[in-house]
């Protein structure tokens, strides 16, 4: 293991964070693609009928909540940071894949 | 733990810092190339998108226009001095302070759908105030120059700390560079490239904190050293953080937010069906970013870093680890790219904030005739201004935490009579204009006796009973769906501000 990568498990992160980049890079691309092809198109859509705003904001800050006390939990609980943010990139990563199909 | 040495990088030199600047911007200039080209060809374009950001792009630039230097380096900073209970009083409310704007997000773009600004909307809603215009402009703009200045500062912070590099050189380049691609694309910049930022404030930080867990002795050593020392590090429950800066930083994250003029243009640039769970998922996505880099903080804790060794600023500790842990030097580099790109992403979001309060709320009223072309040029020279006075006021060397905190106070002050101007008919200008003026004449005497807690609270108390007493005692009420009537301010020909007649409460 060259001390570049500094240990196996930087390296699978590496790998994964890679892997997670590709899709995201390509569906943000998609989503500016589009945003050019229909950039004359009336906003005539449905208005804003989002019906799960509370009960998405209460889990959200449970979660937070949990993530951050979990640390106190023992050692490995500290890899849980690394985890949930490759997580957040593949979740936002979802949203544009959602604005292309959409 | 004592076998890890902390020394800085031998391979690290005050040359570096400015390429890396530089190599950042010139990706990001490519991005608004295109994005100018494709997308960018009239005012509204440049200060609103057109109205045009789809789910995707605003939930990743919101993200990214959130991630302050603060949400990087604070979080790690108030974890080193609080433990967990700091990291929890930082990032709790910065992410529920996101998705506390969905309610007003979405009640501003069903009663005033073709808005831009804060004043636009103060100005409409009250009849031609002036007064509460002029007091809101200059909050606006106020509060846009001082993230401006904050996330400069955060970007010499960096750059000087890990690299050596000259902070005034540093800031100089980085305010160039942002206002170089700013300049070209406005609003779409702002969203594209932090769509971009999003990326690096997810992925690299975790890279970066498995391989310093690993640098610093492990997950194992590093938890056992925290715990050792015996001061509830590991407790989210610590009253101190709370009463020391979470109760205070938790008011004033709520007011950039819900009175940010900077939220506000995005909730009036998404596509109408998106604008509730944009909010609500750039919120929750923000929460993993503070959450994972926070843990910067335990590893100061864990290997016994000074508040002296960092210069009696702890925002230096992730700076700090990360250059002298003997990492590889492409972790380093990728460390500042994470910060420069949070600070860069809040840059331009400020820009453009400052050019949409300009054009819409100081060119518009004074030349209502003028030409699209001559609006584009002039949608841009509030940026430039804007620089200029940021990299004047860097250049003097205020201090980080108090600049933000003090911005943050003054902001409280307008927060609940903006809300009440949204949601109660009976809501009156003076109630506005005199609830804004006494809150900060009372509440900041009170801050500077009583401290940040009491100050805050003071202002809101203030601000909040004097709309309410006035609006009582008034008689009418305005038709808040009479707000439909705002045209575009950017078309030609539009007349900036119409006056729009209250009625008799009950009338509608």
């Known amino acids: 293991m060259s001390n570049q990568f500094v240990s196996p498990v930087t390296l699978v992160t590496i790998v994964i964070g890679a892997i997670i980049a590709y899709f995201y890079l390509r569906f943000m691309w998609g989503a500016l693609v589009k945003s050019v092809r229909t950039r004359n198109d009336p906003d005539d859509g449905p208005g804003d009928r989002y019906h799960h705003s509370l009960i998405g904001a209460v889990i959200s800050v449970i979660v937070s909540i949990a993530s951050i006390a979990i640390y106190g939990a023992g050692p490995l609980f500290l890899y849980w940071g690394p985890i949930l943010a490759l997580l957040a990139a593949v979740a936002v990563a979802y949203a544009l894949r959602d604005e292309v199909n959409t | 733990m004592e076998s890890i040495t902390l020394a800085i990088n031998p391979l690290l030199n005050s040359r570096q810092g400015i390429p890396i600047e530089i190599g950042i911007g010139l990706v990001l200039l490519a991005l608004v190339y295109y994005i100018k080209v494709n997308l960018v060809s009239s005012t509204k374009d440049f200060v609103i998108a057109n109205r045009k950001i789809g789910f995707g792009f605003g939930v990743a630039g919101l993200i990214s226009i959130w991630t302050w230097a603060m949400a990087v380096m604070m979080s790690a900073a108030q974890t080193y001095t609080y433990g967990l209970s700091g990291l929890f009083w930082f990032t709790v409310p910065n992410g529920l302070a996101v998705i506390l704007v969905i309610p007003f997000a979405r009640k501003i773009r069903s009663i005033m759908p073709n808005g831009y600004t804060i004043p636009e909307f103060v100005h409409a ?55 170089a691609y700013s300049l070209l694309g406005g609003l779409w910049a702002s969203v594209s490239t932090s769509t971009l930022s999003t990326l690096l404030h997810t992925v690299p930080p975790a890279v970066i904190i498995v391989a310093v867990l690993h640098q610093a002795g492990g997950a194992d050593a590093i938890w056992h050293s925290v715990a050792a020392q015996h001061h509830n590090f590991l407790s989210v429950t610590r009253g101190d953080a709370a009463t020391g800066f979470g109760i205070t930083l938790a008011l004033g994250l709520i007011t950039a937010t819900v009175a940010g003029q900077e939220y506000w243009q995005v909730a009036w640039a998404l596509k109408r069906k998106d604008v509730s769970r944009t909010f609500l998922w750039a919120g929750a996505l923000f929460y993993p970013i503070p959450i994972c880099i926070g843990i910067l903080g335990l590893v100061g804790i864990a290997l016994h870093v000074s508040l002296a060794t960092l210069g009696g600023d702890a925002a230096a500790i992730g700076p700090y680890l990360i250059s002298h842990l003997n990492l590889p030097i492409w972790i380093v580099i990728l460390y500042v790219v994470v910060i420069l790109t949070a600070c860069y992403s809040v840059i331009d979001s400020a820009f453009t904030a400052i050019s949409s309060v300009f054009v819409v709320d100081i060119v518009k009223p004074i030349a209502p005739k003028i030409g699209e072309r001559n609006l584009f040029v002039w949608a841009k020279i509030p940026m430039a201004i804007a620089a200029a006075v940021a990299a004047a006021v860097v250049l003097t060397g205020a201090d980080f935490v108090t600049i933000v905190l003090t911005t943050y106070a003054i902001r409280t002050a307008i927060l609940i009579p903006l809300v009440l101007s949204l949601f109660w008919p009976r809501m009156t200008g003076a109630g506005f204009v005199w609830g804004t003026i006494a809150a900060i004449a009372i509440g900041m005497p009170v801050r500077a006796v009583y401290g940040e807690l009491w100050g805050s609270v003071t202002i809101l108390f203030v601000s909040a009973i004097i709309p309410i007493v006035l609006g009582l005692f008034n008689s009418k009420s305005i038709d808040l769906s009479s707000l439909r009537r705002v045209k575009d301010a950017t078309e030609e020909g539009a007349i900036a501000f119409p006056v729009l007649a209250p009625q008799v409460a009950g009338a509608e």
């Not at chain 2, 106020?142 to 700390?161: A, M, P, R």
């Not at chain 2, 005034?168 to 206002?179: I, Q």
Request: net charge positive; charged share 10%.
């Open chain 2, 125 to 179: 809603r009250f009849g031609g105030s002036k007064f509460a215009v002029t007091v809101v402009v200059l909050g606006a703009l106020f509060g846009s120059l001082i993230e401006v200045i904050i996330n400069i500062k955060g970007t010499s912070l960096v750059i000087s700390n890990v690299f050596g590099t000259d902070p005034k050189v540093a800031a100089l380049v980085g305010l160039a560079v942002v206002l």
